[in-house]
C-alpha cells in the first residue's frame, strides 16, 4: 500500500550534479517516483545524454541543462530556465562536488581553488539561487551532501574535508535562515559508496578489509542506498525536520570499532 506521507509524485526535482554516481542514482529513484527531474553537469551534452537514459531507464520526465557550479553565472540561468520551463523548484539535491588527494603540504592554489570553488562555493551559490525562489514560493526542500568528514576528518583530503564541514554549518544556516518561508534544508552524509571514480580505491584488498571492519553492517554502500533518506527528506514525512545531518553509511559513525569481539 502507498503512502502518500512519502510521494514525491509530480514534485520538480533539480538534481546538480546528476550526471553520474550518486546524483546519478538519486535522480533516477526520484525519476521512478514520478516526479520530474532536471540533471546538471559540466557539460551540456554530457547532461542531455544521461537525462535521456534516466528517462529510458524508469519511463518517467528528466531533462539535461549544462551548468558549472563553478560559475554563478551559469547557476543563476540554469535555475532561471527551469523556473521557467516548470514553473518551480519543489526539491534541490545538491550533490556537485569533486576531490584532490593528496598531503596538505602538497596541495596546490589551483587544488584548493578548484575544490572550493565548486564543493562550497558552487554549492552555495545554487541553494541561493534556488532558495529565493522557493521563498518565494513559500516552501521546498534542499538536500546538500556532506560526508563522513563530517564525522570525521580524514588526512590528505584537506580542501575536501574543509568543504563539506562547511557545507554541514552552511545547511544550519540556510535552515534558521528559511524557515519560517516553508523552505527546509537538510544533508546526508554517505559513507563509502562503491561507484565508478572509486572501484579502483576499493579494489585494494586493504581498503576492503578495513571497511568492512569498521562499518557495522558489513559492506560498502551503494549509490542507491542514499534513495531511501533523499526521498524522506523531500517528502511530508520529514516535515518537522530542518538543519539536520543524516549520515546514510553502514553504521560507521556509530563509534570507533577496536579489535576486541565480545568472547575476548
Not at 570553488?117 to 552555495?124: H, I, P, S, Y
Not at 516553508?182 to 552524509?189: C, F, L, P
Not at 571514480?197 to 586493504?206: R, T, V
Request: hydrophobic share 45%; aromatic share 8%; with cysteine.
Amino acid at each position: 500500500m502507498s503512502d502518500s506521507l512519502f510521494s514525491v509524485e509530480g514534485q520538480v526535482v533539480l538534481v546538480s550534479g546528476g550526471t553520474r554516481g550518486i546524483g546519478r542514482a538519486l535522480a533516477e529513484g526520484f525519476c521512478e517516483r514520478g516526479a520530474t527531474v532536471v540533471v546538471t553537469g559540466r557539460e551540456p551534452a554530457v547532461a542531455e545524454t544521461a537525462a535521456g537514459e534516466i528517462a529510458a531507464k524508469t519511463k518517467g520526465r528528466c531533462f539535461g541543462l549544462g551548468c558549472d557550479v563553478a560559475q554563478k553565472s551559469q547557476i543563476d540561468k540554469c535555475v532561471a530556465e527551469i523556473v521557467a520551463q516548470q514553473g518551480r523548484i519543489d526539491t534541490l539535491v545538491n550533490v556537485a562536488g569533486v576531490n584532490r588527494r593528496k598531503p596538505a603540504a602538497d596541495v596546490t592554489e589551483d587544488d584548493w581553488d578548484f575544490i572550493i570553488d565548486t564543493n562550497l562555493r558552487g554549492a552555495f551559490f545554487m541553494s541561493q539561487a534556488v532558495g529565493k525562489q522557493m521563498v518565494a514560493q513559500k516552501g521546498g526542500s534542499q538536500i546538500q551532501i556532506c560526508s563522513l568528514n563530517n564525522y570525521g576528518p580524514l588526512p590528505w583530503v584537506l580542501p575536501y574535508a574543509a568543504s563539506k564541514a562547511a557545507v554541514g554549518h552552511m545547511t544550519r544556516v540556510l535552515a534558521m535562515e528559511w524557515g519560517s518561508h516553508g523552505v527546509r534544508v537538510n544533508a546526508i552524509a554517505p559513507g563509502y559508496i562503491l561507484t565508478d571514480l572509486s572501484k579502483k580505491l576499493w579494489s585494494n584488498p586493504m581498503m576492503q578489509e578495513w571497511n568492512t571492519a569498521n562499518t557495522p553492517l558489513r559492506r560498502l554502500g551503494q549509490p542507491d542506498d542514499m534513495n531511501g533518506a533523499a526521498i524522506f527528506l523531500a517528502s511530508k514525512a520529514s516535515s518537522f525536520m530542518t538543519g539536520q545531518i543524516v549520515f546514510v553509511d553502514g553504521g560507521f559513525s556509530a563509534g570507533i570499532m577496536w579489535p576486541i569481539d565480545k568472547a575476548t
